[in-house]
T-cell receptor
Framework: EAQVTQNPRYLITVTGKKLTVTCSQNMNHEYMSWYRQDPGLGLRQIYY???????DKGDVPEGYKVSRKEKRNFPLILESPSPNQTSLYFC?????????????FGNGTRLTVT | LAKTTQPISMDSYEGQEVNITCSHN???????ITWYQQFPSQGPRFIIQ???TKVTNEVASLFIPADRKSSTLSLPRVSLSDTAVYYC???????????????FGTGTLLAVQP
């Protein structure tokens, strides 16, 4: 089944403790991206990647890192999480850049930083 | 920076046609317009995509006027299961053309009542 898989679904951590949220897709998609969703702010793009070893900043990249060492994986790294990064996070992939190709989203990761 | 504007919420009744309009005044020349549907605690799901005039698929129609500064998603004969948040998406026109950076609006919460 074609899908985007994120893990974990729920994560509670403390300020400053490094964490990684994994994202994997099995559709051989070139484009992958991360979003955060907050009440009243909709979906905001954090980072995106056009292909292996090619990443770029989205609208809200501060406090996040990503890597794209393999085509199928695009982990989101929070080196030193802070409470303002408490949010619902989504990973997505598409065959080509999402402005002309449908995005496939994962089921989300709800992160709480205390 | 490209920006989309949608109504925050809309109400409808089962069996009615619903039209949701999105404003994107700064859309890039080669940019597509894409609409997504999101249910609570799930990732957004692709509905329809278009460049100009009218596009129709099995679930919706998309109307885009000649100036492309807005678009209207039309859902025929809605049911209770169409209650969701609807997002329109365009690319960021910052560099004079559609880029790989994506800008979601804040979404429209459609509430369908019996």
């Amino acid at each position: 089944e074609a899908q985007v898989t994120q893990n974990p679904r729920y994560l509670i951590t403390v300020t400053g403790k490094k964490l990684t949220v994994t994202c994997s897709q099995n559709m051989n998609h070139e484009y992958m991206s991360w979003y955060r969703q907050d009440p009243g702010l909709g979906l905001r793009q954090i980072y995106y990647s056009m292909n292996v070893e090619v990443t770029d900043k989205g609208d809200v990249p501060e406090g996040y890192k990503v890597s794209r060492k393999e085509k199928r994986n695009f982990p989101l790294i929070l080196e030193s999480p802070s409470p303002n990064q408490t949010s619902l996070y989504f990973c997505a992939s598409s065959l080509s850049p999402g402005w002309n190709s449908p995005l496939h989203f994962g089921n989300g990761t709800r992160l709480t930083v205390t | 920076l490209a920006k989309t504007t949608q109504p925050i919420s809309m109400d409808s009744y089962e069996g009615q046609e619903v039209n949701i309009t999105c404003s994107h005044n700064n859309i890039a020349t080669n940019d597509y317009i894409t609409w997504y549907q999101q249910f609570p605690s799930q990732g957004p799901r692709f509905i329809i995509q278009g460049y100009k005039t009218k596009v129709t698929n099995e679930v919706a129609s998309l109307f885009i006027p000649a100036d492309r500064k807005s678009s209207t998603l039309s859902l025929p004969r809605v049911s209770l299961s169409d209650t969701a948040v609807y997002y329109c998406l365009v690319g960021d026109e910052k560099y004079g053309g559609a880029t790989n950076k994506l800008i979601f609006g804040t979404g429209t919460l459609l509430a369908v009542q019996p």
